[in-house]
């Protein structure tokens, strides 16, 4: 039998990094983007679980209150505060940082949320590509104008960080997009470790394929396509250049944020955090 996992798993308290840090209180508060699903949930809950306030930014109100919900199942010691949040609208990204100082001492910023779409360079429809940017690059941009003088108010403890990507630091086809805004992140990374002076730490997360309730679909949309196993596309679609065969799950993801944000990470500053599993480091 394969032990290729093709199902997300649950969410549990153990599988989430829990730090003892000073800097990590209820009134430490954190904005999480994307928060109604996948890796900004478990990000949500993993800073929840660490003591923190945190302000969950996502357009699906839905998913905003199952967060709410798993998190208030898991007993914690922090807050999750929903902020349903049109990532596209210049407004309404002031106002969740307006909200989240509200809040407390705004420490930290996740920039989670993202979308994909297929389709080749030649064929990419423009719309599609300026609603991937606006999302995935352009609202990172301004998270971080609005928030830094905040951040830096916080004893030096203030960070920002983003969702990167493999696709941040190579190329696949029919992902032009995408590709784009992950290489975007790694600039606006430095440009934030260079301006936050030492107050704001910027940094990136970059993970290969992460299994996900949106992730099943593909694995079984590809399999379908293809013809073949939902095994067999995992191992040798998904993960043919890593060299871990298994994907990467949303709490294991979440817990690179947390010891990112913590005072464990206190020189990781316009760095790259690469768990890839060897899909970018190693070659046939």
Do not use: W
């Amino acid at each position: 039998m394969s032990s290729i996992k093709t199902e997300a798993p649950p969410l549990t308290v153990d599988d989430l990094l829990i730090l003892d840090d000073p800097a990590f209180t209820p009134e430490t508060v954190a904005i999480v983007t994307g928060a109604a699903s996948g890796i900004g949930k478990a990000l949500s809950a993993a800073l929840a679980l660490n003591g923190l306030t945190v302000v969950g930014a996502d357009l699906d109100e839905d998913g905003l209150s199952e967060t709410e919900t798993r998190i208030e199942e898991f007993d914690v010691d922090g807050r999750f505060v929903p902020a349903p949040t049109d990532l596209t609208d210049n407004d309404d990204v002031a106002a969740v940082v307006e909200a989240a100082t509200e809040e407390g001492n705004l420490s930290f910023v996740a920039n989670i949320a993202g979308l994909q779409h297929i389709d080749s360079l030649r064929q990419f429809p423009a719309e599609q590509y300026d609603l991937l940017q606006s999302v995935m690059l352009r609202a990172p941009f301004l998270l971080a104008k609005h928030a830094m003088d905040h951040l830096a108010d916080g004893d030096g403890h203030g960070a920002i960080a983003n969702m990167s990507s493999v696709h941040g630091h190579t190329a696949t086809v029919d992902k032009p997009a995408y590709i784009v805004a992950k290489h975007g992140l790694n600039g606006l990374r430095k440009v934030i470790a260079a301006e936050g002076d030492g107050d704001v730490r910027g940094f990136n997360v970059s993970v290969g394929y992460v299994l996900t309730p949106l992730m099943e679909n593909q694995i079984a949309d590809s399999a379908s396509e293809r013809g073949i196993s939902e095994e067999e596309v995992v191992e040798n679609v998904m993960l043919g250049p890593a060299r871990t065969k298994q994907m990467m799950t949303a709490a294991e993801v979440a817990n690179l944020f947390v010891f990112g944000f913590s005072s464990h990470a206190a020189h990781l500053n316009g760095g790259d955090l690469l768990f890839d599993g060897g899909f970018t480091t190693t070659y046939e």
